[in-house]
């Protein structure tokens, strides 16, 4: 079944850009979806199929998908991005669901 | 609004059961796939069970081995999670999901989660 693998920990400064990894054996032919957690709160989708984003999303989302690493890029990071973000794909192979380790997101 | 309500948490002892509940509103619940995800206190997302939109089709992680049955009223509106043979491990807050359609696309609404609490 798929694994993937997500660096525990990134930072980076207010107005910047941030980028976290998701990587994992043939995730170049799965939809990749990323959620944003916020302390206390429940999952947010912030980017499904590589690099759709939902309503009320803000254009500084984004995400790839390419060479077995899916990358949610977030541009012009603000302090309230601050987060743990999730990767999570479909394992056809085994009809599991599986999602990344988490990344702890810290706004400096 | 759309929204995901999780109910039936709360402290259990080893060995005991526990019936979850997720009451939806705002949308047409018999439309849509349903997922139950769980979060160990400090730790990351688990996925634990899918569900298609008629319930006819179930999915398991392989920790759950035959202990959790996902299922479904759609007359209700209600998802359930019934969950047996409990260990200390299951403890985790369990979050109910839509998903956008279909069993293999995203989770797009997330309930706040209900409790669980596995201990003598």
């Known amino acids: 079944s798929s694994v993937l693998t997500q660096p525990p920990s990134a930072s980076v400064a207010p107005g910047k850009t941030a980028r976290i990894t998701c990587g994992g054996n043939n995730i170049v032919i799965s939809s990749v979806h990323w959620y944003q957690q916020k302390p206390g709160q429940a999952p947010v989708l912030v980017i499904c199929y590589d690099n759709d984003r939902p309503s009320g999303i803000p254009e500084r989302f984004s995400g790839s998908n390419s060479e077995n690493t899916a990358t949610l890029t977030i541009s012009r990071v603000e302090a309230g991005d601050e987060a743990d973000y999730y990767c999570?794909?479909?394992?056809?192979?085994?009809?599991?669901?599986?999602f990344g380790g988490g990344t702890k997101l810290t706004v400096l | 609004e759309v929204q995901l309500l999780e109910s039936g948490g709360g402290l259990v002892q080893p060995g005991g059961s526990l019936r979850l509940s997720c009451a939806a509103s705002g949308f047409t619940f018999a439309s849509y796939a349903m997922s139950w995800v769980r979060q160990a206190p400090g730790k990351g997302l688990e996925w634990v069970s899918t569900?298609?939109?008629?319930?006819?089709?179930?999915y398991y992680a392989d920790f759950v081995k035959g202990r959790f049955t996902i299922s479904r009223d759609n007359s209700k509106n209600t998802l359930y999670l019934q969950m047996n043979s409990l260990r200390a491990e299951d403890t985790a807050v369990f979050y109910c999901?839509?998903?956008?359609?279909?069993?293999?696309?995203?989770?797009?609404?997330w309930g706040q989660g209900t409790m669980v609490i596995v201990s003598s």
């Open positions: 999901a839509k998903q956008s359609t279909t069993v293999t696309t995203a989770f797009d609404i």
């Open positions: 569900i298609d939109d008629s319930g006819g089709s179930t």
């Open positions: 999570q794909v479909w394992d056809s192979s085994s009809d599991h669901w599986v």
